[in-house]
């Protein structure tokens, strides 16, 4: 068994190492992650045990035109709940910015590895496939040249299949998450062309590798915190770091606050050493309306230059638990991450 781990485990890392030499693009992000991580990870899949459905909308830059608008709801679970060693989701995500609206529609996969007797160990490999729908409204352009046989009359689409890959640890109080996405991206350009020459679309031109990280603290009956971390990197652009700090109270109500800056962890020709770090402030909060309906918002405040230009960005998430009672004397553990 400990063979076949490390096999799976050296195998991922590879995959991850190999597909991260290519050019850059940001993925999309969600502030809320930190409550439902099937977004950046297939390993996820099936963690809460229960089939589990999430939605969540964010509008970004508020009163800033064109600004991303980003929305995705998801459904996973286990299909065995014996073993409870394969976990499955799928997920549909959107994105419109400006005129280019990006659908992303994904499986993932997670076989669940047990570690322990009493089954509060897991080691999780997973692996996602699907495919990216890309959208141009020409309708939506300005320009001075009428006729211009390069800017679309109406809207195009191309579609294009990607994959992801991950490995995802827990225990009742820690986790740990290492996770590839775009991984088709080493064969990307950057930019989707059709026949006439005409770039309907920017795609992902880059491997992103998600790694975080995070703990759970009791520090009385009613009270415990949760401090995680989580780095971006596509080894091109900048590194991206997230500082995440939420208490739990009363097993009712998660509140927190999220930071979110660039940091130089190693040298990048291609990046110019004076440009600004600053980011994102989140704040966060998920109520637990009932035991099985959660609700949360998040609120993120720009750091940068562009603070002055728009109302920060608002994120709404609504998650509903599915109990599986097919198997008797069932016993359910909390899921904090």
């Given at each position: 068994m400990k063979l076949r781990v490390l096999i799976l485990i050296v195998i991922v890392v590879q995959i991850?190492?190999?597909?991260?030499?290519?050019?850059?693009q940001q993925d999309v992000q969600f502030s809320q992650y930190i409550f439902n991580s099937l977004n950046i990870n297939p390993a996820y899949a099936g963690y809460k045990e229960d089939m589990y459905f999430n939605a969540v909308i964010r509008k970004q830059w508020t009163n800033f035109s064109g600004a991303p608008q980003t929305g995705a709801v998801s459904l996973d679970g286990l299909t065995n709940s014996d073993t409870k060693?394969?976990?499955?989701?799928?997920?549909?995500?959107?994105?419109?910015?400006?005129?280019?609206?990006?659908?992303?529609?994904?499986?993932?996969?997670?076989?669940?590895?047990?570690?322990?007797?009493?089954?509060?160990?897991?080691?999780?490999?997973?692996l996602g496939f699907g495919f990216n729908q890309y959208s141009l409204d020409g309708t939506a352009f300005q320009?001075?040249?009428?006729?211009?046989?390069?800017?679309?009359?109406?809207?195009?689409?191309?579609?294009?299949?990607?994959?992801?890959?991950?490995?995802?640890?827990?225990t009742p109080t820690f986790f740990a998450s290492l996770s590839g996405m775009d991984l088709f991206s080493l064969y990307n350009s950057g930019k989707i062309y059709l026949t006439n020459g005409t770039a309907i679309a920017s795609q992902a031109a880059a491997a992103h590798i998600y790694f975080s990280m995070g703990g759970l603290v009791n520090l009385s009956e009613n009270v415990k915190v949760k401090p995680s971390f989580m780095i971006?990197?596509?080894?091109?652009?900048?590194?991206?770091?997230?500082?995440?700090?939420?208490?739990?109270?009363?097993?009712?109500?998660w509140v927190g606050a999220s930071y979110r800056t660039a940091v130089s962890l190693w040298h990048k020709?291609?990046?110019?050493?004076?440009?600004?770090?600053?980011?994102?402030?989140?704040?966060?909060?998920?109520?637990?309306?009932?035991?099985?309906?959660?609700?949360?918002?998040?609120?993120?405040?720009?750091?940068?230059?562009l603070s002055s230009y728009q109302s920060g960005s608002h994120e709404i998430s609504v998650g509903l638990l599915f109990p599986n009672n097919l198997v008797s004397g069932r016993i359910k553990s909390p899921r904090y991450f």
């Amino acid at each position: 068994m400990k063979l076949r781990v490390l096999i799976l485990i050296v195998i991922v890392v590879q995959i991850l190492a190999f597909k991260s030499v290519v050019k850059a693009q940001q993925d999309v992000q969600f502030s809320q992650y930190i409550f439902n991580s099937l977004n950046i990870n297939p390993a996820y899949a099936g963690y809460k045990e229960d089939m589990y459905f999430n939605a969540v909308i964010r509008k970004q830059w508020t009163n800033f035109s064109g600004a991303p608008q980003t929305g995705a709801v998801s459904l996973d679970g286990l299909t065995n709940s014996d073993t409870k060693n394969i976990g499955l989701g799928g997920q549909i995500t959107w994105d419109h910015l400006g005129p280019q609206t990006t659908t992303s529609v994904f499986g993932s996969y997670s076989y669940r590895i047990r570690l322990d007797e009493d089954d509060s160990k897991r080691l999780c490999i997973g692996l996602g496939f699907g495919f990216n729908q890309y959208s141009l409204d020409g309708t939506a352009f300005q320009y001075v040249d009428a006729n211009d046989p390069l800017v679309p009359t109406g809207s195009m689409s191309v579609i294009k299949p990607d994959a992801r890959v991950g490995v995802y640890y827990f225990t009742p109080t820690f986790f740990a998450s290492l996770s590839g996405m775009d991984l088709f991206s080493l064969y990307n350009s950057g930019k989707i062309y059709l026949t006439n020459g005409t770039a309907i679309a920017s795609q992902a031109a880059a491997a992103h590798i998600y790694f975080s990280m995070g703990g759970l603290v009791n520090l009385s009956e009613n009270v415990k915190v949760k401090p995680s971390f989580m780095i971006k990197e596509d080894f091109h652009g900048p590194t991206s770091l997230d500082l995440n700090l939420f208490a739990l109270l009363s097993e009712k109500l998660w509140v927190g606050a999220s930071y979110r800056t660039a940091v130089s962890l190693w040298h990048k020709s291609a990046l110019s050493s004076d440009l600004n770090k600053s980011g994102a402030l989140s704040l966060m909060a998920e109520l637990f309306a009932t035991d099985r309906l959660r609700i949360g918002y998040s609120y993120d405040i720009i750091t940068s230059g562009l603070s002055s230009y728009q109302s920060g960005s608002h994120e709404i998430s609504v998650g509903l638990l599915f109990p599986n009672n097919l198997v008797s004397g069932r016993i359910k553990s909390p899921r904090y991450f």
